[in-house]
């Protein structure tokens, strides 16, 4: 099984930037917690600088001006305190939720929370009493504490929009490019295929064996419905009420005309119509592909099995070949533009094919099941009625 370089780097690429950007996240939440560590400590030696100013501006043990220690108690606004005394009635507090503090609930039930996240700590007076300063992070602590996140996020939204953006723009660049060689293609075959329209013709008027002829128009037959997919891409393609088990005969019965006789093609359906909204060029030529691929798949003697069968309202077509079989991890990876497991080809058929069923019949295309050495069944489902 082959996978081109193109995947190989594109996947590599993704796992280089993933890694990077973890880095990138784990590296900010590193130095952040860093950061609030040292913060903590700060706060921490200022409620201890506070609670000392407080111890001595009630007991007066200070010489000289006693204001400077009244200033540095007013001068916390940030950090959340509550004071109590030995016996665990408050005293007072600083820098609480005002329209919290109403509820004295509210206070008892924050002083175990504030003990839980920091020690409280004891100021002493004279004759043994005590008061009890309990304290937790400032608002400015919390905030910083979510900024990182709030910041990898905004980060991630802006990568995301601009991979979007760009992935967007380069497959609408990309599908520019296959519409108009798609287009100019159908346009070079149309020459050759008007002379040997004409050459069938001459030949037939000069006796030539008609079972060869009757083989040739077919074939030339065939070159038109290929001509008018091509120049079908690029544009929504219009959908007619169809039969579509005369839809698949037709194409099975043309392919089987140009298959080995060690591949038997088998086809399975109800002995009604099934008539459902379809594109006959672009949906023959996705059944002629998974066909053709489950050809290429069978290595030897092989069958391959389509199913067709009602389903409520949708119709199901399973393709079974006892080809080698695909691992679990190519059941999407062989839908994507250029992977291929052949040595030949652009492996863009299962890529067209899925965009035919999906975008233009609103179905579904996937790998049903699959075992490597019995075989794969693609599963095909198509509404029957245009809502």
């Known amino acids: 099984m082959r996978q081109p370089d193109f995947y190989r780097n594109k996947n590599a690429w993704k796992l280089i930037l993933f890694i990077f950007a973890l880095l990138i996240g784990a590296g900010t939440l590193w130095y952040t917690e860093t950061f609030l560590k040292d913060l903590r400590k700060e706060e921490e030696k200022s409620v201890k600088i506070w609670a000392h100013a407080l ?74 009493k005590k008061n009890i300063i309990y304290y ?76 060869a002829l009757s083989e040739m128009s077919k074939d030339v037959d065939r070159l038109e419905t290929i001509t008018s997919r091509f120049s079908k891409i690029g544009s929504v393609p219009q959908l007619e009420l169809l039969d579509i088990i005369t839809e698949i005969e037709d194409s099975l019965d043309y392919l089987r005309r140009r298959t080995s006789n060690k591949i038997d093609i088998r086809f399975k359906a109800p002995d009604t119509e099934i008539v459902i909204p379809i594109n006959r060029q672009l949906f023959s030529w996705v059944i002629e592909n998974l066909i053709r691929n489950a050809i290429d798949a069978i290595e030897g003697p092989g069958y391959i099995q389509v199913t067709v069968v009602e389903a409520g309202r949708n119709v199901r077509i399973e393709v079974e070949d006892s080809g080698k079989g695909l691992t679990r991890n190519q059941f999407k990876a062989i839908f994507r533009p250029g992977y291929t497991t052949k040595t030949r080809g652009w492996g863009l058929g299962l890529s067209l094919a899925r965009r035919i069923i999906e975008d233009y019949h609103n179905g579904q295309i996937f790998v049903l099941r699959s075992e490597p050495g019995v075989g794969t069944t693609f599963r095909l489902s198509l509404p029957i009625s245009k809502e």
């Open 136 to 211: 937790q992070e400032s608002i400015l602590l919390k905030k910083l504490r979510i900024y990182p996140f709030v910041l990898l996020g905004v980060i991630g939204v802006f990568v995301g929009i601009a991979y979007a953006a760009f992935s967007s723009a380069r497959r609408t660049e990309q599908d520019r490019v296959w519409s108009g060689m798609a287009k100019e293609t159908a346009h070079q075959i149309g020459t050759p295929l008007s002379s040997l329209m004409g050459w069938i013709e001459l030949l037939r008027v000069q006796g030539a064996d008609e079972d």
């Open 55 to 128: 111890k001595v501006f009630m007991t007066g043990t200070a010489t000289g001006d006693l204001s400077i220690y009244g200033i540095i108690m007013q001068e916390n606004n940030t950090i959340p305190i509550i004071m109590t005394d030995g016996d665990g009635n408050v005293i007072t507090y600083r820098n609480l939720d005002s329209s919290k503090t109403r509820n004295p609930d509210y206070i008892k039930n924050l002083i175990p929370v504030m003990a839980e996240e920091n020690e409280p700590i004891e100021v002493e007076f004279a004759a043994g």
